[in-house]
């Protein structure tokens, strides 16, 4: 490379760094910086010694086309924020529909209602979702397993019972060490068999949205000023107060047509009100179809429960998925209970069923925490564990909780400790427990009618 091509690449490279400093920071067009950047070539076109008129107007060029692409990028950065049509920046969609039709000198009422048919299409798979929650939500919302505790926890043996008749121990096994997940799959399973027929459910929402379409495009009988701002105002309206009440819906069309749709009111007004309706049931008809009902189910059932904790209903709630530290048993307080005033609480399971052992012979426990509260023994976790915690001073070493004091059997994790014993030593590394209690000993079929009998 000779001098010249050297002052020439020195030159680019000077370019380049100019325009990006340039437009550094900078959040949407100005004509400054088309000016301070020239000026800055032309300093440094001199200091590289460039003075041939075609290698000058070369330089310009290219810090012009610099300036340009980096430019086009800032400013679409920044409409997407800030322009008139940013409400619509999620969807670009709607975006490249507007200025479609713009472009094509659409008259002002296409212009309008195809934006408001494409407002709705983009709001309306989540709409129905929460129309659906809230219809699932009131259907369920006086079932036992959502404010008894201990009816859940026997929804959730019998589910167990169900899983060891199939034979999946691990699966059971697992489950037991991992309860805030267990309960989690449980809750969604009784939540999604609850969720109304999606297909039905489907096709009534689309005529409730018609009808709100049709109600407020007849609202807008006699107006002759601000036609598009009354049928939007009237749509939201709808969507507020009407049959179809949906928070998506009503936010989506609050929607300020000022200066924008203005000439919708040269229009006749049943021409309006028609094409209004014409091209809003166009979009709800052409709604893809929904997911097949089990599957909706399953991916609604989560979102029941995110609703159910929004609504801080304290008798209708999800479980506390807190559990007792040393035995795993779940608590039976209502989801985010202020454990200052109901401290935790279980019905503790025998201890061996998540794998507890004896320090020294490393064996299996059986017993409970409550039987073990009432013993005035400790408990150690690990190896390296040489002072414990004692039972007795349960509220002190686990904060939070309440002593151990419940006296219930869990037959069914009785029935898990006696059967699976060899199961639960191996899994665990350790040693079977030697001494089972007789009464653990149990028959499953009976402990299943039991618990069916006992949750309806
Ligand atoms: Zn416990
Ligand atoms: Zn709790």
């Given at each position: 490379m000779n001098s010249k091509e050297m002052a020439d690449k020195a030159c680019e490279k000077s370019v380049e760094a100019i325009v990006d400093r340039a437009a550094a920071g900078k959040i949407c067009y100005d004509k400054s910086i088309v000016s301070s950047i020239i000026q800055q070539v032309d300093t440094e076109i001199t200091k590289n010694n460039i003075t041939e008129n075609s290698e000058i107007s070369r330089k310009h060029t290219y810090g012009q086309s610099l300036t340009v692409a980096v430019m086009i990028t800032i400013q679409d950065e920044w409409e997407k924020k800030n322009s008139v049509y940013a409400?619509f920046e999620?969807?670009k969609?709607?975006m490249r529909?507007y200025f479609d039709?713009v472009s094509?000198?659409?008259?002002?009422?296409?212009?309008?209602?195809?934006?408001?048919?494409?407002?709705?299409?983009?709001?309306?798979?989540?709409?129905?979702?929460?129309?659906?929650?809230?219809?699932?939500?009131?259907?369920?919302?006086?079932?036992?397993?959502?404010?008894?505790?201990?009816?859940?926890?026997?929804?959730?043996?019998?589910?167990?019972?169900?899983?060891?008749?199939?034979?999946?121990?691990?699966?059971?096994?697992?489950?037991?060490?991992?309860?805030?997940?267990?309960?989690?799959?449980?809750?969604?399973?009784?939540?999604?068999?609850?969720?109304?027929?999606?297909?039905?459910?489907?096709?009534?929402?689309?005529?409730?949205?018609?009808?709100?379409?049709?109600?407020?495009?007849?609202?807008?009988?006699?107006?002759?000023?601000?036609?598009?701002?009354?049928?939007?105002?009237?749509?939201?309206?709808?969507?507020?107060?009407?049959?179809?009440?949906?928070?998506?819906?009503?936010?989506?069309?609050?929607?300020?047509?000022?200066?924008?749709?203005?000439?919708?009111?040269?229009?006749?007004?049943?021409?309006?009100?028609?094409?209004?309706?014409?091209?809003?049931?166009?979009?709800?008809?052409?709604?893809?179809?929904?997911?097949?009902?089990?599957?909706?189910?399953?991916?609604?059932?989560?979102?029941?429960?995110?609703?159910?904790?929004?609504?801080?209903?304290?008798?209708?709630?999800?479980?506390?998925?807190?559990?007792?530290?040393?035995?795993?048993?779940?608590?039976?307080?209502?989801?985010?209970?202020?454990?200052?005033?109901?401290?935790?609480?279980?019905?503790?399971?025998?201890?061996?069923?998540?794998?507890?052992?004896?320090?020294?012979?490393?064996?299996?426990?059986?017993?409970?925490?409550?039987?073990?509260?009432?013993?005035?023994?400790?408990?150690?976790?690990?190896?390296?564990?040489?002072?414990?915690?004692?039972?007795?001073?349960?509220?002190?070493?686990?904060?939070?909780?309440?002593?151990?004091?419940?006296?219930?059997?869990?037959?069914?994790?009785?029935?898990?400790?006696?059967?699976?014993?060899?199961?639960?030593?191996?899994?665990?590394?350790?040693?079977?427990?030697?001494?089972?209690?007789?009464?653990?000993?149990?028959?499953?079929?009976?402990?299943?009618?039991?618990?069916?009998?006992?949750?309806?």
């Open positions: 409400k999620c969807s969609g709607i529909n039709l094509k000198g659409a008259a002002k009422t296409k212009l309008f209602t195809s934006t408001m048919a494409n407002t709705l299409s983009s709001a309306i798979h989540s709409a129905f979702d929460e129309e659906v929650v809230t219809r699932t939500f009131k259907i369920i919302c006086n079932e036992r397993w959502l404010f008894d505790a201990r009816n859940m926890h026997k929804h959730m043996d019998l589910h167990l019972t169900d899983l060891l008749e199939e034979k999946r121990i691990d699966q059971v096994l697992d489950y037991l060490r991992d309860p805030k997940r267990f309960y989690t799959i449980v809750l969604h399973r009784l939540i999604a068999v609850k969720i109304p027929n999606v297909e039905e459910e489907w096709i009534l929402f689309k005529s409730q949205l018609k009808d709100a379409v049709k109600k407020a495009a007849l609202a807008t009988n006699g107006v002759d000023k601000g036609l598009a701002q009354t049928f939007a105002n009237q749509l939201r309206n709808e969507f507020s107060e009407g049959r179809l009440q949906s928070d998506i819906l009503s936010s989506a069309f609050s929607i300020d047509c000022t200066g924008e749709y203005e000439e919708c009111d040269n229009e006749d007004e049943k021409k309006f009100q028609e094409d209004c309706e014409k091209e809003l049931d166009q979009a709800i008809d052409s709604v893809g179809s929904l997911k097949c009902h089990e599957e909706f189910a399953k991916e609604l059932s989560p979102k029941v429960v995110q609703y159910m904790k929004t609504l801080k209903n304290q008798t209708v709630l999800p479980r506390c998925d807190s559990y007792c530290p040393c035995c795993f048993s779940l608590c039976i307080e209502a989801v985010n209970h202020n454990t200052a005033d109901r401290p935790h609480d279980s019905v503790h399971q025998p201890s061996g069923v998540v794998g507890v052992r004896d320090r020294h012979s490393k064996e299996l426990c059986y017993t409970t925490c409550s039987q073990r509260y009432e013993e005035d023994a400790k408990i150690y976790f690990g190896d390296e564990d040489i002072v414990g915690k004692k039972f007795k001073e349960f509220t002190k070493e686990f904060p939070g909780w309440k002593d151990p004091r419940i006296k219930e059997d869990s037959p069914l994790r009785e029935y898990i400790l006696a059967t699976y014993n060899k199961e639960l030593a191996e899994k665990y590394r350790v040693k079977p427990c030697p001494n089972v209690p007789a009464s653990y000993f149990r028959v499953l079929s009976t402990i299943k009618e039991q618990l069916k009998m006992e949750i309806d």
